[in-house]
């Protein structure tokens, strides 16, 4: 067990800030925490995060700095450590004003070597990162970890999956070398993909498929493969997201623990679709899409950061993206009414 101060600190303590920070301070690395004021009140107060489901364990919380061993919770962007790698785990919608906040007094000018990534759904995270640190603090990232904040505060993690990290340009350094080490010295999943963009492209590929068809059809991962009408939906979001890609010179790739995207868009919709399909009476249970269960509770949706940024990749690069089009449309109009905006 390391007994150190940790080479990564996260912003945002929600179900990913807590499960990423948790696991590292779990190991024995002292691990920074940027929370709002209402979270770090009560992560301060509960003097711990508690995460269950396939990981079961309380992890201590004090205030920043905080020993090895436990979460250094804070508010104050001053408080983030020097040369390390700070993980924004906001909702999208919520980055740019974590990033203006960091930013106010995060890196200090001596530190030329942090660096900053952002884990959201969609592409749009990159670029607003980059235009905030500076490209070269950039490192594209993104995880297939689950997992969601209960009522009583406690995180529920559903599943350790992978987390990529990767340079821009392609492969790994030693910062991204350093990051993967710690992350799987907590037993959390991570490597450094050779084509990070392809990762990235692809995950788009098949939110853009789930989110779209989950939030406009109310329906479960199993009920979208259990219906073929569904299927052929997901697919033409799938197909309009890689053919975007792919103006950008991104191929997509069939990866572990999500769908084979590459097969997908290289497969007939109407094969793909006898191959999923599994006949009978839609199951009717199933969990609902992390969008689909925000639109249904009230909250706002990525629906910018998703479907709003991939329009306008396609627009720049003049691919015809008429179905992703119609969903951003209609999910700003479901997005508006459901927040009574
Ligand atoms: N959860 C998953 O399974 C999963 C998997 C892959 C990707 N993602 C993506 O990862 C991102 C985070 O997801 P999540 O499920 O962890 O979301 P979440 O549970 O809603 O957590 C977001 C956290 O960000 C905090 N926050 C908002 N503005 C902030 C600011 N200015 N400064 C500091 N913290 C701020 C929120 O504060 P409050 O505590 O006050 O609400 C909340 O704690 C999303 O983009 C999501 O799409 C999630």
């Known amino acids: 067990m390391s007994v150190s101060a940790s080479a990564l600190a996260f912003v945002g303590a929600g179900a990913l800030g807590q499960s990423f920070a948790g696991l590292l301070a779990k190991n024995g690395e002292a691990v920074t925490l940027l929370a709002t004021p209402r979270t770090a009140a009560a992560l301060l107060a509960a003097g711990r995060i508690r995460l269950r489901g396939v990981v079961e364990c309380d992890i201590a919380t004090a205030p920043a700095p905080a020993p090895p061993g436990s979460v250094g919770v804070t508010t104050n962007a001053a408080d983030l450590p020097t040369g390390v790698g700070l993980i924004f785990l906001t909702k999208g919608h919520d980055l740019a004003g ?106 788009a590929c098949n939110a853009a498929g ?46 572990p623990n999500f769908p084979p995207i590459h097969t997908y868009t290289v497969t007939p919709d109407e094969e793909t679709v006898a191959k999923i ?31 709003g940024d991939l329009v306008a990749r396609a627009e720049r690069a003049g691919v015809a993206a008429p179905c992703l089009t ?16």
């Open 98 to 203: 974590a990033i203006a906040h960091v930013r106010t007094a995060w890196p200090k000018d001596d530190d030329d070597t942090s660096w900053v990534a952002g884990l959201q759904n969609g592409l749009a995270k990159d670029d607003m990162l980059a235009a905030a640190f500076g490209a070269a603090r950039v490192v594209p990232g993104a995880t297939i970890l689950g997992g969601g904040r209960g009522a009583d505060g406690a995180v529920t993690v559903t599943a350790l999956g992978m987390t990529y990290l990767g340079e821009m340009q392609g492969g790994s350094s030693p910062r991204v070398d350093a990051a993967i080490d710690a992350l799987m010295a907590a037993g959390i999943p991570a490597q450094a993909p050779a084509s990070i963009q392809s990762i990235l492209w692809s995950k």
């Open 210 to 255: 789930v989110f779209g068809v989950s939030v406009l059809a109310r329906a479960t991962g199993p009920q979208m493969s259990g219906d073929p009408s569904m299927m052929r939906a997901y697919l033409a979001l799938v197909r309009e997201t890689a053919a975007t890609g792919a103006a950008y010179g991104v191929t997509v790739g069939n990866y």
């Open 326 to 341: 119609f969903v951003r449309d209609v999910l700003r109009g479901i997005d508006r009414i459901s927040r009574g905006d």
């Open 277 to 307: 399909l599994k006949p009978g009476p839609l199951p009717r249970g199933g969990s609902l899409p992390s969008m689909t269960q925000d639109v249904l509770a009230g909250r706002p949706m990525e629906v910018e950061q998703v479907f």
